[in-house]
């Protein structure tokens, strides 16, 4: 995690972060994963999903799956607020299904968007113990940031391989 500069001078990397709630936490994916942040568009709902997939959008003639992270992290239902509500749009998270492209793409619900950070290699924590296993396998890091804390997650272990094979059986190509 340090990469070398001029004369042997060692400087820890940086991530920057685009911050969002999901709930009551702060959560942040790696900005370069993310191509757009858009307003929650109509959802077309997919049989025999997983309760979390809400179903897929057609985004200026792309079909993209979308993924509720409240009911992905098992968090209680809160009152939706439009005005907050918004879709990130990420590429990368749906690596190795079959057929999978580069330019595959899947859609995050989450509760409200905050602000880009910079944030030092130093600041960001491994995983805890407690927040690993079965289900928190996406994790990969606590950011600090002041008195906060974000939640850093990997968005291409956001869905399980059998959650991305009953996407490709689906019959969305791509996937």
């Known amino acids: 995690m340090f990469s070398k500069v001029k004369k042997d001078v060692v400087v820890d990397d940086a991530v920057h972060l685009v911050t969002f709630k999901v709930g009551g936490e702060e959560y942040g994916v790696d900005i370069r994963c993310i191509t757009e942040v858009v307003r929650p568009l109509k959802i077309t709902p997919l049989p025999h999903m997983?309760?979390?997939?809400?179903?897929?959008?057609?985004?200026?003639?792309?079909?993209?799956?979308?993924?509720?992270?409240?009911?992905?992290?098992?968090?209680?239902?809160?009152?939706?607020?439009?005005?907050?509500?918004?879709?990130?749009?990420?590429?990368?998270?749906?690596?190795?299904?079959?057929?999978?492209?580069?330019?595959?793409l899947l859609g995050l619900v989450v509760d409200g968007v905050q602000e880009v950070l910079y944030v030092p290699g130093k600041d960001i924590e491994r995983t805890p113990e407690a927040a690993k296993g079965q289900y928190a396998g996406f994790i990969t890091g606590m950011g600090k940031v002041g008195d906060r804390l974000i939640i850093i997650f990997d968005i291409t272990k956001i869905l399980s391989q059998q959650e991305r094979s009953a996407l490709a059986e689906a019959g969305h190509a791509g996937y």
């Open 50 to 104: 997983p309760e979390f997939i809400e179903g897929v959008v057609n985004l200026r003639g792309t079909i993209i799956p979308i993924v509720d992270l409240r009911k992905r992290f098992a968090l209680s239902r809160i009152v939706d607020n439009p005005r907050k509500m918004r879709m990130l749009i990420m590429k990368g998270a749906i690596p190795g299904a079959s057929g999978a492209t580069p330019e595959a």
